[in-house]
């Protein structure tokens, strides 16, 4: 599976910004998706997650709220809706697949990950 994110770039605070996520292969339909952070000097950290059908989630706390996770299997496609954009969420944002179908806020349980899209939030 190879994953390609984009949508991030530089955005005001309170702004929000649709990151999405393409994966190839027949088989996406199959996997739990998950988006992580990594901000500079910092270890990377899990954002959102969702199962193979949408109907599970999970939110990092720090984005509960302001957050919305959604994939679309007929494009092969996950996405990350993000509102009230903060300073603090300004880091690469990566989207990473399992090949379990249950959403899951544990790094290891990723096996595939994508190049990162640059979020950038101004005060």
């Known amino acids: 599976v190879q994953l390609q994110a984009f949508g991030g770039g530089l955005v005001q605070a309170g702004g929000f910004l649709k990151l999405s996520c393409e994966a190839s292969g027949r088989t996406f339909r199959s996997y739990g998706m998950g988006w992580f952070r990594q901000a500079p000097g910092k270890e990377r950290e899990f954002v959102s997650a969702?199962?193979?059908?949408?109907?599970?989630?999970l939110y990092a706390d720090s984005v509960k709220g302001r957050s919305t996770i959604s994939r679309d299997n007929a494009k092969n496609t996950v996405y990350l809706q993000m509102n009230n954009l903060k300073p603090e969420d300004t880091a690469l944002y990566y989207c990473?697949?399992?090949?379990?179908?249950?959403?899951?806020?544990?790094?290891?349980?990723?096996?595939?990950w994508g190049q990162g899209t640059l979020v950038t939030v101004s005060s």
């Open positions: 969702l199962s193979w059908n949408g109907a599970e989630k």
């Open positions: 990473a697949a399992r090949t379990g179908p249950w959403a899951s806020s544990g790094l290891g349980d990723y096996s595939y």
